[in-house]
C-alpha cells in the first residue's frame, strides 16, 4: 500500500483537451511535489506547494494542495503532445524524506 | 554543471553476480538518496544518507548496501543480484531534506538480472 495514491495511472487524451490528475493520501505533509519524467531520464521538479489550500500555476499547469494538506492536484489546460510523461507527486512530513506516489503516465496524441 | 550523474546507464547481470553502481554529485548537497523504480511504477527510497559517514535504511534495503565516504559520492552495492533486482535505479540529491527542497535526479541504471 502506497502511503500517496496517484489516479489516474493511465491516461491517453487528444491534443488540446483539458485532464486532472490527483494525489491523494490519509497523511498530511508539510509540502507536497510534483515532478515530471519523460523516458530515459530521471524526474525533474515543476512545483513544490506548501500551504493548504494554496494554487500555483505554471503556463498551462495548475497545481493545487488540500485544504487538509492530505491531497493535491495537477490539472492541465490545453494538453499538447510534449505534455507526454510520467507525473509523479512526492510528499515530506516533518523531517522524512520524500514519498514518492506511483505516477501517471500521460499520453497526448496529436 | 554536470549534477548528479550516475554510471553505467545499463547492465545485464547473471543471477549471484555482485555490482556497484556509481553516483557522483558536484553541488555539495549533504543529502543524497537511492531509489528504483520497477516498470510503470513510482520510485521506492532504498537508501539515503545525509552526510559523508552517515547511511540509513529507506523503504526497501534489502539486498542492497551502501557507503557515504565523500560528500559527493554515494555508491549502491548488490552483492547476490536476483531477478527480483531488475528495475531502474534512480541516485538523487537534495541540498536539505524534506519537501522544501528541490530533488536532482541522475538520469538512472537499466539493471538486467537474467
Known amino acids: 500500500t502506497q502511503l500517496l495514491e496517484q489516479s489516474p495511472q493511465f491516461l491517453s487524451i487528444q491534443e488540446g483537451e483539458n485532464l486532472t490528475v490527483y494525489c491523494n493520501s490519509s497523511?498530511?505533509?508539510?509540502?507536497l511535489q510534483w515532478y515530471r519524467q519523460e523516458p530515459g531520464e530521471g524526474p525533474v521538479l515543476l512545483v513544490t506547494?506548501?500551504?493548504?489550500?494554496e494554487v500555483k500555476k505554471l503556463k498551462r499547469l495548475t497545481f493545487q494542495f488540500g485544504d487538509a494538506r492530505k491531497d493535491s492536484s495537477l490539472h492541465i489546460t490545453a494538453a499538447q503532445p510534449g505534455d507526454t510523461g510520467l507525473y509523479l507527486c512526492?510528499?515530506?512530513?516533518?523531517?522524512?524524506?520524500?514519498?514518492f506516489g506511483g505516477g501517471t503516465r500521460l499520453m497526448v496524441k496529436p | 554543471n554536470a549534477g548528479v550523474t550516475q554510471t553505467p546507464k545499463f547492465r545485464i547481470l547473471k543471477i549471484g553476480q555482485s555490482m556497484t553502481l556509481q553516483c557522483t554529485q558536484d553541488?555539495?548537497?549533504?543529502?543524497m538518496y537511492w531509489y528504483r523504480q520497477d516498470p510503470g511504477m513510482g520510485l521506492k527510497l532504498i537508501y539515503y544518507?545525509?552526510?559523508?559517514?552517515?547511511?540509513d535504511k529507506g523503504e526497501v534495503p534489502n539486498g542492497y548496501n551502501v557507503s557515504r565516504s565523500t560528500t559527493e559520492d554515494f555508491p549502491l552495492r548488490l552483492e547476490l543480484a536476483a531477478p527480483s533486482q531488475t528495475s531502474v535505479y534512480f541516485c538523487?540529491?537534495?541540498?536539505?531534506?524534506?519537501?522544501?527542497?528541490?530533488?536532482?535526479f541522475g538520469q538512472g541504471t537499466r539493471l538486467t538480472v537474467v
Open positions: 512526492a510528499g515530506a512530513r516533518a523531517g522524512n524524506m520524500l514519498t
Open positions: 497523511s498530511v505533509f508539510s509540502s
Open positions: 538523487a540529491s537534495t541540498y536539505l531534506t524534506g519537501g522544501n527542497t528541490e530533488a536532482f
Open positions: 544518507s545525509v552526510g559523508a559517514g552517515i547511511t
Open positions: 553541488m555539495n548537497h549533504n543529502y
Open positions: 506547494v506548501v500551504t493548504g489550500g
